[in-house]
């Protein structure tokens, strides 16, 4: 894992359309989600809106994993993106506006949704594949 990320792996966050959250409860239990999520390249953080047992484990521990990737059947062409992340619970102001935004133009089934509150994701750490 490297601290910097390439312009290739902010655009293939970016495009994805699914992302995977890597969690740990305060026991130590692991849990992976599958997400939707929208990234903002600039401030390389992710904003997912959910208040499940990802929630629940990032408010206990605030780190995890975050994962993108293309699946192909010709394995030479698999790529993905592996990240860890710090998570932060963004409730109001400028932030959430900007994540509402993100999260309403990349998934039309968010535009009638009110989003009260996000969780933002700031890659610390990345590493990736087949870029």
């Known amino acids: 894992?490297?601290?910097?990320?390439?312009?290739?792996?902010?655009?293939?966050?970016?495009?994805?359309?699914?992302?995977?959250?890597?969690?740990?409860?305060r026991r130590g239990v692991v849990h992976t989600a599958p997400l939707c999520h929208a990234f903002d390249p600039e401030?390389?953080?992710?904003?997912?809106?959910?208040n499940g047992v990802t929630a629940e484990n990032l408010r206990a521990r605030r780190r995890g994993a975050f994962e993108c990737d293309?699946?192909?059947?010709?394995?030479?062409?698999?790529?993905?993106?592996?990240?860890?992340?710090?998570?932060?619970?963004v409730r109001?102001?400028?932030?959430?506006?900007?994540?509402?935004?993100?999260?309403?133009?990349?998934f039309a089934q968010y535009r009638d949704t009110e989003i009260d509150s996000v969780i933002a994701l700031r890659v610390e750490a990345v590493t990736s594949w087949g870029l």
């Open 43 to 50: 401030t390389r953080t992710a904003y997912v809106a959910t």
């Open 1 to 25: 894992m490297r601290p910097r990320m390439t312009p290739k792996e902010k655009r293939f966050i970016k495009r994805a359309r699914v992302c995977r959250i890597g969690s740990t409860d």
């Open 70 to 89: 293309d699946y192909f059947e010709d394995w030479d062409r698999i790529r993905g993106v592996v990240a860890h992340v710090r998570a932060r619970f």
């Open 92 to 106: 109001g102001g400028p932030e959430l506006r900007k994540a509402r935004t993100l999260l309403k133009r990349k």
